[in-house]
């Protein structure tokens, strides 16, 4: 049987609810108050969805729990398992996801270094060599050398 329950509380079952409530209370409180903030502020966002899920899940567990064993039925369904999986898997992706963002912001930064501060004009060569690009129109011809960076999503004729 799933928890190991039939008609009395077993170890196995007390187990399950243990392990299940303390993953449910430490890794679940986090999306559950995001939850709650979101909801205050109308944003139905996924850690609502996340929370609803396992607090479904933990709840249907529990209640099967105690009927299987106090009033002694023969319905024993426990699955305090999927709960924390979905809470593993979810902070998981969290995890995963803010690495990324870190890693990305790291790329932009680097992109953003090799954006040149100074600029060659075309027709102003000889007299003044370089100028400050903020000073330069969108539409003014630079004269580039080997070497020079260019800002990314800067075109080149």
Do not use: W
Request: some cysteine.
């Amino acid at each position: 049987k799933a928890a190991g329950c039939s008609g009395r509380l077993t170890r196995m079952a007390m187990m399950q609810f243990a392990l299940g409530s303390s993953i449910q209370v430490l890794v679940g409180a986090r999306f559950m108050l995001a939850a709650a903030k979101g909801l205050r502020a109308g944003n139905y966002g996924m850690d609502l969805l996340v929370s609803l899920a396992t607090c479904t899940v933990y709840a249907y567990s529990t209640l099967s729990l105690v009927e299987c064993c106090v009033f002694e039925s023969g319905h024993d369904h426990s699955m305090f398992d999927t709960s924390a999986m979905l809470l593993f898997f979810v902070s998981l992706g969290k995890y995963l996801e803010a690495g990324a963002k870190q890693r990305a912001s790291g790329a932009i930064a680097s992109l953003l270094k090799l954006r040149p501060k100074m600029a060659a004009r075309l027709s102003t060569r000889a007299a003044a060599p370089e100028q400050d690009l903020r000073d330069l129109l969108a539409t003014t011809e630079l004269e580039l050398v080997p070497a020079d960076a260019l800002p990314p999503g800067d075109v080149v004729v």
